[in-house]
């Protein structure tokens, strides 16, 4: 039951976050300004605007042309995963696991705005907008 609950939020939340999105980019152009390494700017969680992320939660994050991303956290650890484009409805959904973790609710040149949302409770960056800038 619990994790029915849980499933159900998490849909729920990613359909949210999908309303909202305004990437009207062409795959190729996408492609241009997503595929780089970017590095946490700021995050707002609950409202509060955070301007140095805790060493749990504080990343880069890498895309790739081949579809594939790689965040790496300050403590060491490297994740893995998916970004996926839906032109028609224009959006970026991150996934990991089979799971979406998160979803790109805006990229331009100079900023990358991902709202991270995953049913995981150890997760630091669970519930977090993150403001990314280029490297």
Same mark, same amino acid.
């Given at each position: 039951m619990k994790k029915i609950i849980i499933a !159900?939020? !998490? *849909?729920?939340? *990613?359909?949210?976050? #999908? #309303?909202?999105?305004?990437?009207? !980019?062409?795959?190729?152009?996408l492609d241009k300004v997503l595929c780089k390494n970017w590095?946490?700017?700021?995050?707002?969680?609950?409202g509060l605007t955070i301007k140095k992320l805790a060493v749990n939660a504080d990343f880069e994050i890498e895309f790739n042309l081949d579809g594939t991303f790689e965040i790496? &956290?300050?403590t060491g650890e490297v994740r893995e995963? !998916?970004?996926l484009f839906n032109?028609? &409805?224009?959006?970026v959904v991150l996934v990991e696991n089979d799971e979406?973790?998160?979803? *790109?609710k805006s990229c331009r040149k100079g900023i990358l705005d991902i709202q991270f949302s995953s049913e995981k409770d150890d997760s630091a960056?669970?519930?977090l907008e993150v403001f990314l800038k280029p490297l």
């Open positions: !159900l939020g !998490l *849909v729920i939340g *990613v359909s949210t976050s #999908i #309303i909202s999105q305004n990437i009207y !980019l062409k795959k190729t152009e590095d946490v700017d700021h995050a707002i969680m609950s790496y &956290k300050e995963g !998916l970004w032109s028609k &409805k224009h959006y979406p973790i998160g979803i *790109v960056i669970a519930n």
